[in-house]
């Protein structure tokens, strides 16, 4: 297969950052999504509707033709006030809970999940999804475990509770995850990247340490890849693309505390289009990529058209972000397919 048309996808995972590293890097992303759903972990976050509103203003002055949708930082002091009023702004789409601590800018994040049991059932009440970095985030546990521990002690005991709300588990990376949201009802989805579909642990050390390629959920095993890269490729809607496209300055990357993140908005559908072709599923992509999360946050499908084609080019080794530059991913390494300009 030499091209492949989509209908246009969208990414139900994006860091865009703001100010002067957001104008950067938002024409990555548009050049190909119609829509994506903007992480809120800024400093400081976004916990607001008023917030919210004033971000979106930021990302559609850069370009009016793509369309954010919004999401509110959940933290242990917001109100079931602040969730009632979403339902009269409707491209805030969801709220994120971070566990405090578990990723970048996650300090604010929620220390125990009984504070925010009434925004919960606000939540539920209102059909307003959660999103959920599924990590747990204590000191004793191995960071490869955290995603597991994760669904057995928080999230397993949260759909009990909660078993009408909506949840999508963010940037799953373990057989454990693709297995407990394929057993649970349609209220559960989960997003996957195209980076925990290419790559396993073993490349965060190919040739010394790899800043560039450390993320949180960490890369993980290559029996955790090939589950991922299953439940991607399985028609499963419970599956769906979410990018987890987060860039970092590289003096933020290449030091002795190096940011998690990767930046993959500059080749995402192409590298899910290599995803998918590596187990022979490319008829799969479509619906992966551009019905699968419109359905679950029931949004109208997309209606434009995209095409790759089969074309090997290299990705530059860096990118412009506002003042200073981004390592993305495939720095200076071949890429095999191309959007059609």
């Not at 960490?218 to 029996?223: A, F, G, I, S």
């Not at 490729?233 to 940011?259: W, Y």
């Amino acid at each position: 297969m030499q091209t492949i048309t989509l209908t246009q996808p969208d990414d139900w995972h994006l860091h865009l950052r703001d100010g002067v590293n957001m104008a950067s890097v938002v024409a990555a992303t548009a050049r190909c999504f119609a829509r994506a759903i903007i992480m809120p972990n800024l400093k400081p976050p976004i916990t607001t509707v008023n917030q919210a509103i004033a971000y979106k203003k930021q990302i559609v002055n850069i370009d009016n033709n793509f369309k954010p949708l919004m999401t509110l930082y959940l933290t242990d002091n917001t109100s079931v006030d602040e969730i009632v009023k979403l339902k009269d702004f409707p491209d805030i789409v969801a709220v994120k809970y971070y566990p405090a601590g578990a990723t970048t800018n996650s300090d604010s994040g929620v220390t125990d999940l009984a504070k925010v049991w009434q925004v919960l059932e606000a939540m539920q009440k209102y059909d307003i999804p959660l999103l959920i970095h599924g990590e747990v985030t204590a000191a004793t546990t191995d960071v490869f475990d955290r995603e597991k521990l994760f669904i057995e002690s928080v999230l397993d005991p949260l759909i009990e509770n909660f078993p009408e709300l909506r949840i999508v588990l963010e940037h799953i990376t373990t057989q454990e995850a693709v297995e407990y949201v394929t057993s649970r009802n349609n209220k559960l989805a989960a997003t996957i990247t195209a980076h925990h579909l290419l790559m396993n642990r073993n490349d965060l050390f190919t040739g010394g340490i790899r800043p560039h390629h450390y993320c949180l959920p960490v890369l993980k095993r290559e029996t955790h890849r090939q589950a991922l890269l299953k439940a991607a490729t399985s028609g499963n809607p419970k599956f769906f693309l979410g990018t987890d496209s987060a860039p970092h300055a590289i003096s933020s990357k290449e030091t002795s505390c190096g940011c998690a993140g990767i930046y993959s908005a500059p080749a995402a559908i192409e590298l899910y289009a290599e995803a998918f072709e590596q187990v022979q599923a490319l008829d799969k992509l479509e619906a992966f990529a551009s019905f699968y999360g419109a359905d679950f946050y029931h949004l109208t499908r997309n209606t434009e058209k995209i095409t790759l084609k089969k074309h090997t080019w290299k990705m530059p080794s860096h990118f412009e972000f506002g003042t200073q530059k981004v390592v993305p991913i495939r720095a200076e390494q071949e890429i095999y397919w191309q959007l059609a300009k």
